[in-house]
Every structure is written in structure tokens, then in C-alpha cells.
């Protein structure tokens, strides 16, 4: 048996919008899905979920007809359900026992997890409405509200800890709000889990600009016992293409940020963030390089993603992929970008490549990508997106005394602590981790708000 196929926009109707692509399963299919879960007694899907979800009990509360009782279960272990069930990689599906039996696939856990978050989330704050009390007398200053900035205001609220979150531009979400198209992320699920945050008592002040408006050591002096610094790892590395300083070249991030500053989730199509020619390429093999694809594309741009690896190894999922194809954008793999060609006005035209072919490495029978002899060709490109490597927003670690970072402008952490080279701060997520995927941003989080409740119930003064 397989999944219920989930009702998707048509591709002639959704290049025309910013609406969400998959509409999610109807109370029937969720219900039939439930329904093939086969409740085991030690769960491989647990086992495999980052978070620990308790996956056969919401279900099982699916099944039952309950969904604000199936949100409640995925909460206890995952505050951001919402993202979780449309932006997760789902290592859970991967790790259930139905995979392993012949012509049978996995449960769609994540399918079901959105299901549990838009049946249930309405009825949710006849539940979790509760204000913090402050029951530690402890203080929490969580620098940036991204995904990880989101989850460890949340879990030391419950934890009992007064919680607030500073947040340098006018909305929060961070990259979630500004990086992430609409036609995945609609703002209104944002909106609604940000909402779900700040229930359980978290004050989130926008427009702080921690090293600008607020120092660290003031912050300290205001009375907080830990800073959490949960800055993200959203900002653009030179590609080591010549040239990139020309017109027509954008980084994604910079592009996406545009896009969704100019205000994509209002309207059907909004104005073009800058100008775009008619042809776009986008160099990179992820998600980043996808979804400035998919975005382009509803600009009505002639839409190529370039890349120097097979499609199997893009760092992107396969729906998301057959999406992309399915409106219109093509992939152009196994092609090493070498250099931007430009105009006399320093405009960029194109961009040379060369081919890619699997060689043997030598003795250790290792395969390798090399380029192929006399293979060079140009694309021709009127707009270049480069999505490629990103690094962690440290710019904080210039100001703050003892606050080290290391090689990779990761924030430094002592071995297996949460704890930075600097007194009572804290580093989580991809502040931490460097670029990372969503869930591993999740779960990392997770546990350094754990570590950090020990801290400040133990010794934090």
C-alpha cells in the first residue's frame, strides 16, 4: 500500500501565485493514512525522529478523530509542528518498519503532522494559554527568531524561565519569514506558531539589534542569567566565480529576502524585487538554489538551475524537485560553472562551464567528477543567481570580549556543552552548527535548551 497522493495547485496555476503548493490530506485520506500506521510496540520512527516525537500516539489521536489531542502529543515533544510537518526531511518515514516489507510504503508522518497542525492549531489555545510566571526567577535573552531562536524561548518557558527574544528586523521568524518562499511556508502558519510562543509567556522585541541597539553586557546588567545566540548561518560566501560584482548577479539570500520584503504572500504575483532579465540561472544544488528557482519561475522567467553534481545528490527533496520541473524550471547537471561573462557594461551575458564525467580515482576504485576534456560551453544568462555556501552571522563575536569563534565563523562551543567560550552565553542551531538542515537545526536547539534549564536550576546566578 502507499500514501495518499497529497492534492497539489495545478503547475499552469500555482507559477501564476505565491500559494502553498501542497494543500495537505483531507480528513479522509488523514484518517485512512492513520489508519495503515501499525501502532508498534518499540517504534523505529520514534527512534529515528531528531525530537522524540511520540509518532504512533498522535496517530493514534488522528484516528481517533481527535486532532487537537494529536497536536497536543507532537507538542510535548516538538513546539514547531507547524514548520515541521511542511519544511522537515522526515527521517522518521525513512526509519519506519513498513519499509521493510515488499510494495508497501512508509506512513506519511509529516503529511499527518501538518494534517494535526491544521485541524488542531484552531482549537489550540483553549489549551495553551498560559502566561509565564517566572517560577525560576531566572531571565533568558535569546539573540534572533528563527527556527532555533523559536524553539529554545519556547522550551524554557515551559520550563519556567522568563524568556525574551530580541530580533533584528521588524518581523520575526528570521529566515523561516524572510527566506522562505510562501508556496511553501505560508506566513499565516508562521504567524500562527510565533502567536503559540509568545502564549506561553515570551516577549519578542522586534527591530533589536543585538551589538547596535543593545550591547551583551548590557543586557547582563538589565538582569539576565544566560544569552542564547541563535543568529542563523544565512549569510552568503563568495562562490569563487570572478566577476560576481556585476549587474544582473544576486546572491539567493538576498534574493529571497527581496522577494518576500516586497511582499509575495499579499498578493497573487508581486513586483519584481529588482530587475530580472528573461533568462535566470541559478547556480547551487539546494534548497536555497530550488526555491529562487521555483520563485523565478513566477516572476515568468526562463528558469535553469546549474549544477556540478548528479541530481541524486542535490541536497533537495524529490517532490520538491519533480515541482520545480513540473513548472518549467530545468536542470542542467554534471556542469562546473569557471566564469561570468559580461557586456562592455560590466552586465552579465552568461556563464562558461565545463562538462563533468565520473573517472576512476586510482587505486582505491573510488569514483570522482572531473572535468571532461575540451568540454567548455557558455549559457547564456541575463540574470544569475549564486546559491551557494553560507556562513554563520557572527558579527556579534566582534564586539563581545571572550566570545570566540572558530575556523568556520561557527560560535565556539566547549566539547559536548552548549555553553560558548563566553560566560553564561549559549549557542544554538546553525549559529553553532554552520549550515544545516532544518530538522538538525531543530533538534540541536533542543538539547541546548535542556542544557541550559540544568544551568540556570544548578548554578545560574
Excluded at 526531511?89 to 509529516?110: D, F, H, M, T
Excluded at 528563527?146 to 524561565?161: F, K, M, S, T
Excluded at 530550488?290 to 520563485?295: C, F, K, N, T
Excluded at 549559549?426 to 553553532?432: C, K, N, R
Aim: proline share 4%; with cysteine; glycine share 8%.
Amino acid at each position: 500500500m502507499r500514501q495518499p497522493n497529497i492534492p497539489v495547485q495545478t503547475p499552469a496555476k500555482r507559477v501564476k501565485n505565491f500559494h502553498e503548493v501542497e494543500l495537505g490530506f483531507s480528513k479522509r485520506q488523514a484518517m485512512e493514512e492513520a489508519r495503515r500506521c501499525p501502532q508498534c510496540t518499540n517504534p523505529k520512527c520514534v527512534a529515528g525522529c531528531p525530537l522524540g516525537v511520540d509518532i504512533p500516539g498522535f496517530i493514534r489521536s488522528i484516528r481517533e478523530g481527535d486532532f487537537l489531542r494529536a497536536l497536543q502529543k507532537v507538542r510535548e515533544n516538538n513546539n514547531l509542528a507547524g514548520f515541521c510537518g511542511r519544511l522537515c526531511s522526515a527521517p522518521c518515514e525513512q526509519a519506519c518498519i513498513l519499509n521493510e516489507e515488499k510494495n508497501v510504503q512508509a506512513i506519511g508522518i509529516r503529511a499527518l503532522e501538518r494534517f494535526a497542525f491544521d485541524h488542531g492549531q484552531s482549537k489550540v489555545r483553549q489549551i495553551f494559554n498560559a502566561e509565564s510566571t517566572n517560577q525560576t526567577n531566572k531571565k533568558v535573552a535569546v539573540v534572533g527568531s528563527g527556527p532555533a531562536g523559536l524553539v529554545v524561548a519556547a522550551q524554557l518557558a515551559e520550563d519556567g524561565h522568563a524568556v525574551t527574544v530580541f530580533e533584528t528586523f521588524e518581523k520575526s521568524g528570521g529566515f523561516l519569514n524572510y527566506g522562505v518562499p510562501e508556496f511553501r511556508l505560508p506566513k499565516k502558519v508562521l504567524d500562527n506558531e510565533i502567536d503559540y510562543v509568545k502564549s506561553l509567556g515570551v516577549e519578542i522585541k522586534n527591530l533589536s539589534f543585538i551589538g547596535r541597539t543593545h550591547s551583551i553586557e548590557e543586557l547582563f546588567s538589565s538582569g539576565y542569567n544566560a544569552i542564547v545566540l541563535t543568529t542563523g548561518a544565512g549569510i552568503p560566501k563568495p562562490c569563487g566565480l570572478s566577476r560576481q560584482e556585476a549587474s544582473g548577479v544576486y546572491f539567493a539570500q538576498e534574493f529571497l529576502m527581496r522577494v518576500n520584503f516586497a511582499g509575495g504572500h499579499l498578493i497573487l504575483r508581486p513586483a519584481e524585487p529588482f530587475a530580472l532579465g528573461e533568462k535566470v540561472v541559478v547556480l547551487g544544488c539546494g534548497e536555497l538554489a530550488v526555491d529562487s528557482a521555483r520563485v523565478a519561475v513566477r516572476f515568468g522567467k526562463n528558469v535553469m538551475v546549474v549544477h556540478s553534481s548528479t541530481e541524486e545528490d542535490m541536497k533537495v527533496s524529490q517532490e520538491q524537485k519533480q515541482q520545480a520541473k513540473e513548472e518549467g524550471v530545468r536542470f542542467e547537471i554534471l556542469a562546473e560553472p569557471v566564469e561570468l561573462c559580461v557586456d562592455e557594461q560590466n552586465h552579465v551575458k552568461g556563464i562558461k562551464c565545463l562538462r563533468l564525467d565520473f573517472a576512476d580515482a586510482g587505486e582505491k576504485g573510488e569514483w570522482k567528477l572531473i572535468p571532461v576534456k575540451d568540454s567548455e560551453f557558455i549559457i547564456e544568462a541575463d540574470t544569475v543567481i549564486l546559491a551557494g555556501e553560507s556562513k554563520v552571522n557572527s558579527y556579534i563575536a566582534k564586539l563581545t570580549q571572550g566570545l570566540k569563534v572558530d575556523s568556520q565563523e561557527r560560535f565556539y562551543r566547549k566539547k559536548d556543552q552548549a555553553q560558548t567560550s563566553a560566560k553564561n552565553i549559549f549557542a544554538a542551531g546553525a549559529a553553532a552548527l554552520g549550515p544545516a538542515n532544518f530538522i538538525e537545526v531543530l533538534s540541536d536547539s533542543k538539547n541546548v535548551s535542556n542544557q541550559i534549564d540544568l544551568f540556570l536550576r544548578r548554578d545560574g546566578e
